[in-house]
């Protein structure tokens, strides 16, 4: 197994621009989350997902899209870059939705926004 | 709402000293918690949790943590450190109404001389 996987590694927008970081695991988990880390701010939750077609709001979700169309796969889109999303993103998924299950982190994907 | 506090922004450690990583957390109910390791430029690994039962639970690396109710607390701790325990330390907190959402606190990086 792969686990879970992200891509691109880094990645350098210029202010407006728009793109998609991509994440996917093959563990066949039904929960998926996108978290960004911030130097002294920890882990912050942005969008999550209890199973495909399920999406909701974390803690940061403005400026930020997601979709969830297979249990695989669980995109992020930034509509129009700002300076502020200047971050290192994190996928997650865990087996189930219930409390305490563990998740299981991608490598993270370092956005520099111009 | 759920917080957590890491007090200790950077520590440093002599190898073969023991260690303790420091974490409070505001919470009504009863919690759930969990200590996670980041290696520089690494995804997050899950080092132990604690749901119920048991106060004192084992983890993987010799790691252990303690929860204390009456403080709030969920100390992390390893009797003697090793180089390669070098890496940035995430507490979390999850609620049983929360499902698998996360709150991370800011982090602890770790630093261990020879």
């Known amino acids: 197994n792969a686990g879970v996987t992200q891509t691109p590694k880094f990645q350098v927008l210029k202010t407006g621009q728009s793109m998609t970081l991509q994440c996917a695991q093959d563990?066949?988990?039904?929960?998926m989350s996108w978290y960004r880390q911030d130097p002294g701010m920890g882990l912050r939750l942005i969008h999550y997902?209890?199973?495909?077609?399920?999406?909701d709001q974390g803690e940061v979700p403005n400026g930020y899209n997601v979709s969830r169309s297979t249990t695989e796969d669980f995109p992020l889109r930034l509509l129009s870059a700002a300076p502020s999303q200047t971050s290192v993103y994190f996928c997650a998924s865990s087996y189930s939705w219930d409390r305490g299950n563990e998740q299981f982190f991608g490598p993270g994907t370092r956005l520099t926004v111009l | 709402a759920q917080s957590v506090t890491q007090p200790d922004i950077h520590i440093t450690v002599s190898e073969g000293a023991s260690l303790e990583l420091r974490c409070n957390y505001s919470y009504g109910a009863t919690p759930y918690l969990f200590w996670y390791v980041q290696s520089p430029g690494q995804g997050l690994q899950l080092l132990l949790k604690?749901?119920?039962?048991?106060?004192l639970v084992q983890g993987i690396k010799g790691f252990e943590a303690e929860f204390k109710r009456s403080q709030s607390s969920f100390n992390l701790r390893k009797p003697s450190v090793h180089w390669s325990d070098a890496a940035e330390y995430f507490c979390a907190v999850g609620a049983m109404e929360y499902g698998n959402k996360l709150v991370f606190g800011a982090g602890t990086i770790l630093r261990v001389k020879s």
């Open positions: 604690y749901f119920s039962g048991d106060t």
């Open positions: 563990m066949n988990h039904e929960y």
């Open positions: 997902s209890v199973g495909a077609g399920i999406t």
